[in-house]
C-alpha cells in the first residue's frame, strides 16, 4: 500500500491542524493505521493508532485528549485531528500501516509508510 501524508504546517500553539493520509494500492480497509513522528535528534515515536473498521483507537500519553484519529475507508483516508498544540509537539509526522495485530505503539510492525509532514508549533 502507498501512503502519502499531508496538511502539515506552522501554526501557534494552542492551535490546531489537521493531517491526512490518502492510501492508495491495495484494501484500505485491511490495515490498521497508525500517527507517528519523530522531532530533530529523536527517535520516530508512537503517536495514535486506530483499527481495521475504526472502532477502536489507541493514543500515545503526550497525545491523549488534544489529538484524535480517525479513518474514512470509502475514501482511502487516515486523518489526525491535532488541538491545543504545544511546541513539544513539533515533529516531522508519518502514517503508517500494517497487517497484523498486536505491537501497534512500536515502528518495526509497520511495514508501509508515507512520507512524513512536517508540523511546526511556535510559542
Known amino acids: 500500500v502507498q501512503l502519502q501524508a499531508s496538511g502539515g504546517g506552522l501554526v501557534q500553539a494552542g492551535g490546531s491542524l489537521r493531517l491526512s493520509c490518502a492510501a492508495s494500492?491495495?484494501?484500505?480497509?485491511?490495515?490498521?493505521m497508525g500517527w507517528f513522528r519523530q522531532a530533530p535528534g529523536t527517535e520516530r515515536e508512537f503517536v495514535a493508532v486506530?483499527?481495521?473498521?475504526?472502532?477502536?483507537?489507541y493514543y500515545a500519553d503526550s497525545v491523549k485528549g488534544r489529538f484524535t484519529i480517525s479513518r474514512d475507508n470509502a475514501k482511502n483516508t487516515l486523518y489526525l485531528q491535532m488541538n491545543s498544540l504545544k511546541p513539544e509537539d513539533t515533529a516531522v509526522y508519518y502514517c503508517?500501516?500494517?497487517?497484523?495485530?498486536?505491537?501497534?505503539?512500536?515502528?518495526?510492525?509497520?511495514?508501509?509508510w508515507g512520507q512524513g509532514t512536517q508540523v511546526t508549533v511556535s510559542s
Open positions: 486506530i483499527s481495521r473498521s475504526g472502532d477502536w483507537t
Open positions: 494500492g491495495r484494501t484500505f480497509s485491511n490495515y490498521y
Open positions: 503508517a500501516s500494517k497487517v497484523l495485530d498486536g505491537a501497534y505503539s512500536n515502528v518495526e510492525p509497520y511495514p508501509y
